[in-house]
């Protein structure tokens, strides 16, 4: 269930029986010459709907700008600062919990999200700690990256192996061609596959990775591995939110 399509009594009406909900965050940057700006949030959207769907909880709206300095230095990237995406999301999570959505699950698409995304939870849980101490209502938050899922890792590696690399990788962009396909990009890639290495910020981001990629071939992407992957990660996904929130009921 889509939270922005249900109405106020609607939501009021699930809070009854249940207090988890979905937030599926990503990021709005370059995913080299053949990806898609969007990549990191439309996945954490397209998967964090399904999880939704399967698990029969609410889906928040995505979160769709994130950490993503390093990628500033190619067009179309935004980003949040670290200070500012905890902000974000400690107000997200505050604004739920006082309704009574006490299990957030953030659904992510973006490594560079985890650090800030897991301080803010704990930013969170300051405030309560502070002023209430053990009086406080219990809220437990957690990420949860959709690559990670055991399912998708055992795709991936069958599909794609070394080439698969750790930006704009070939599951990402198969999840987009999947999701979108008339935004499919037909792109020669030289070198095949790209370089790895370490970066800082988004001068020494493009001087290792001139067109964005790292170690990746995502010329290797299709529709129907991203059908593959969605199904796999949502599927992963579901199955622990629901043993997650079972626990709690119980
Ligand atoms: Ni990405």
Sequence with gaps: ?????????????????RNDIVVPIGSTEQHGPNGLVGTDALCAEVIGRAVGEKAAA?????????????????????????????????????????QGFLRISFVNGHGGNIATVTAAFAEFY????FSA?????????????????????TITSELFGDAE??????????????????????????P??????VFTDAVSYCLAFPDGRIGSNPTLASPEAGARLVEAAASDLA????????????
């Design 1 to 17: 269930m889509r939270l922005d399509l249900m109405s106020w009594p609607e939501v009021d009406i699930y809070l009854k029986g």
């Design 58 to 98: 609410v889906v928040a709206p995505t979160i769709s700008i994130g950490m993503a300095q390093h990628h500033l230095g190619f067009p179309g990237s935004m980003s949040l600062r670290p200070s500012t995406l905890l902000a974000v999301v400690r107000d997200v999570i505050a604004s739920l919990a006082q």
């Design 126 to 129: 300051s405030e309560t700690s």
């Design 133 to 153: 101490g053990r009086t406080a209502t219990r809220v437990e938050c957690r990420l949860r990256n959709w690559w990670e899922a055991p399912s998708v890792q």
């Design 165 to 190: 690399g750790m930006h704009a990788t070939a599951s990402e962009v198969s999840v987009t061609q999947f999701a979108f396909p008339n935004a499919i990009k037909r792109v020669d890639l030289d």
């Design 192 to 197: 095949e596959i790209a370089p790895t290495g």
């Design 239 to 250: 199955v622990d939110h629901l043993k997650w929130i079972g626990r709690h009921e119980a």
